[in-house]
């Protein structure tokens, strides 16, 4: 009875920390259905729906089958920082913003992802002072990241 009982407290203890992160997913998927592989090609170009694929239970967008291939084969590589919100907000305020997916920026080969709307472009203000809202960024995503 005591073994049962250890088990099945393990098993909800770890299905409590195996929330997985609340990725940006609008219009369906991560960075609007944006090749995230063209990104660090210094290009924007939308997903072609003949190239999907899922991962980390999220679904991606991409303009070809070699960037779908490039993915495929280090996905975490082209995964848009702080599960592809507006990387400023997450710095600034804590919180998760939706992103324009044209305003981006690769840094030390990462994908981080901005807001740019209504005359307020996020992406001019984190290029401020970049490495101390990366560093906040950093912290905050560690807060919010499981939250919806």
Avoid at 12 to 28: E, F, H, P
Wanted: positive net charge.
């Amino acid at each position: 009875m005591k073994n049962i009982l250890f088990i099945i407290l393990l098993t909800i203890g770890l299905s409590l920390n195996a929330q997985s992160v609340n990725y940006n997913t609008d219009k369906g998927f991560i960075a609007e259905g944006h090749d995230v592989v063209a990104y660090f090609s210094g290009e924007v170009k939308k997903g072609n729906n003949k190239y999907i694929t899922t991962f980390d239970n999220i679904k991606f967008k991409f303009s070809s089958q070699e960037n779908l291939d490039t993915f495929k084969a280090t996905p975490k590589k082209y995964v848009p920082q702080y599960g592809g919100w507006c990387a400023y907000a997450v710095g600034e305020k804590g919180k998760k913003v939706s992103i324009d997916p044209e305003t981006y920026e690769i840094r030390d080969e990462k994908l981080y992802l901005f807001y740019n709307s209504w005359g307020n472009n996020t992406l001019k203000s984190w290029l401020k002072y970049p490495k101390a809202l990366k560093a906040k960024a950093d912290k905050n995503w560690g807060l919010i990241k499981n939250k919806s």
